[in-house]
């Protein structure tokens, strides 16, 4: 189950810009935020399968959401653009960004190339 974050929560549980300026990855498994609007149509594509994501990789990945609205400092922070907006957080990389509705294969196939974290 994906977890909507607000830009507090994002900087405790993913990145503090206020206190690192380098990137620092503050979770314990790799990570996708999912940058969305509720009025935006890709966006209500694109999270069905996130959520199908979230279960199948249980306990391996953090699928969160970032309502970019309700949370336009954090949107701006990342300079999101438009919407929705993927970023890969893996454990010791640096995060990638990927714009547009992924389909799920190319998801998966994002989560075993930059979060290196394999399917079931």
């Given at each position: 189950?994906?977890?909507?974050?607000?830009?507090?929560e994002f900087k405790?549980?993913v990145f503090?810009w206020?206190?690192n300026?380098e990137?620092?990855?503050?979770g314990?498994?790799?990570?996708?935020i999912?940058?969305?609007?509720d009025?935006?149509g890709p966006c209500?594509?694109v999270?069905p399968?996130?959520?199908?994501?979230?279960?199948?990789?249980k306990?391996?990945?953090h699928?969160?959401?970032?309502?970019?609205?309700?949370?336009q400092?954090l949107?701006a922070?990342f300079?999101?653009?438009?919407i929705?907006?993927l970023?890969?957080?893996p454990m010791?990389d640096k995060p990638?960004m990927a714009?547009?509705a992924?389909?799920k294969?190319?998801?998966?196939?994002?989560?075993?190339?930059?979060?290196k974290?394999?399917?079931?």
């Open positions: 189950m994906s977890e909507k974050l607000t830009t507090a405790q549980k503090n206020d206190e300026t990137w620092k990855y503050e314990n498994l790799p990570a996708i999912d940058f969305y609007a009025w935006c209500k594509m999270a399968i996130l959520e199908e994501l979230s279960e199948e990789y306990d391996r990945i699928v969160y959401k970032v309502d970019t609205d309700k949370e400092e949107a922070a300079g999101i653009q438009s929705p907006s970023l890969f957080i010791d990638q714009a547009g992924l389909p294969e190319q998801l998966q196939q994002v989560i075993k190339d930059v979060l974290v394999d399917a079931a």
